[in-house]
C-alpha cells in the first residue's frame, strides 16, 4: 500500500436513528488527525427514518455505488480504505469493491448480529441486517457483483434471527460467537491471510460501549476487541476497513467519552494500515 484514503460517507443509507451521521461526524476528525490525513465527505445527511427495504435501497442507491466506488479507487491506487459510515448498508457495495481488487484477502465481518436476512425472510424489513447476505450473492440488491461467502469470517455474532441462522449454517461462512475464545477462534479462521476489516461497534458489550443503533449483551469488552485486533493486525495485512454504527450520544461529554473508546479499539487497525504504507513507501 502506498497510503491510505480515509473515507466519511454522511448520506443516509438505512439509519433509524440521528446518532449515526452525528457518529460519523464526530469520528471523522479524530481519525483523520491519527492518521495525518483530511477525511474525504461523500453524500450529505438526510433525515433518519424507519423505511423499508426496497425504499432504502432505491433512494441510497447512489451513496452506495459511491462507498463501493471509494473502496475500490483506493485499492486500484494502491491505497488503504478507511471508510466511516453511520450503518452497514455500505457493505452490500464495499465488500465487492475489495475482494475484486485483493482476491487473496478474506473479509473479517466483526457484528453482534449476522445481517444475513433476506427480503424474504427478514421481519423488521432493515436493509442493513441483510448486507452481507447481499454481498455474498444470497440475494440480489442489483448494485455489486458477490463474493465468495467462504472468504467471510463473521466473530463477535451473538444476535441471530431463526431463520437467518439456518441461512448461515447453510453457509461456508465461518461463524465465530462472542466468547472467551473469540479471539483464537477467529485468528484460526483468518490463518493469516490478507484482510478487510467491517467493524460494527455493537460488536461490543454495551457495558463497555452502549452507543450503538442496536446494543445486544453479552459482547465483546473493549479492551477484549483492542486484544483481538491488536492479535490480527499482528499476524495480517489489513487492507482496508470500515466502521460503522457509532450512534453519537446528544450530550458532549459522553459523545467524547464514546468517540475515544472507538479510537482506543481502532488503534491496532489504524496503525497496521499506516505500516502498510510506510512499508510500500
Not at 11 to 24: E, F, H, N, Q, Y
Not at 164 to 192: C, F, H, I, K, M
Request: glycine share 10%.
Amino acid at each position: 500500500m502506498s497510503g491510505v484514503s480515509l473515507i466519511a460517507h454522511r448520506c443516509r443509507t438505512s439509519d433509524r436513528t440521528p446518532g449515526a451521521a452525528s457518529g460519523v461526524q464526530e469520528l471523522a476528525p479524530l481519525v483523520g488527525k491519527r492518521l495525518g490525513r483530511e477525511p474525504r465527505e461523500i453524500g450529505t445527511p438526510s433525515d433518519p427514518h424507519v423505511g423499508d427495504w426496497r425504499e432504502d435501497l432505491a433512494n441510497s442507491r447512489g451513496c452506495l455505488l459511491e462507498a463501493g466506488g471509494q473502496v475500490d479507487d483506493a485499492l486500484s491506487g494502491g491505497n488503504a480504505p478507511v471508510l466511516l459510515a453511520g450503518e452497514g448498508s455500505i457493505a452490500v457495495t464495499t465488500l465487492g469493491a475489495a475482494l475484486k481488487n485483493r482476491p487473496d484477502a478474506k473479509v473479517l465481518w466483526l457484528d453482534a448480529h449476522g445481517d444475513f436476512n433476506t427480503p424474504e425472510i427478514s421481519g423488521s424489513g432493515y436493509l442493513g441486517g441483510m448486507a452481507l447476505a447481499a454481498a455474498c450473492g444470497v440475494w440480489d440488491a442489483g448494485l455489486a457483483e458477490p463474493i465468495d461467502p467462504s472468504r467471510v469470517v463473521l466473530a463477535g455474532v451473538r444476535d441471530l434471527d431463526p431463520r437467518e441462522r439456518d441461512l448461515l449454517e447453510e453457509s461456508p461462512v465461518t461463524v465465530v460467537g462472542a466468547s472467551l475464545e473469540t479471539l483464537v477462534y477467529t485468528q484460526n479462521a483468518l490463518d493469516r491471510a490478507s484482510i478487510f476489516v467491517h467493524l460494527d461497534l455493537d460488536v461490543m458489550d454495551p457495558e463497555s460501549f452502549p452507543t450503538t443503533q442496536f446494543p445486544t449483551p453479552g459482547g465483546l469488552a473493549a479492551d477484549k476487541l483492542y486484544d483481538l485486533l491488536e492479535a490480527v493486525a499482528g499476524e495480517c495485512e489489513v487492507i482496508g476497513m470500515e466502521v460503522t454504527a457509532f450512534d453519537a450520544p446528544d450530550d458532549e461529554l459522553e459523545r467524547q467519552d464514546a468517540a475515544s473508546v472507538v479510537l482506543h479499539v481502532l488503534d491496532p487497525l489504524l496503525e497496521a494500515v499506516q505500516r502498510g504504507a510506510r512499508v510500500s513507501n
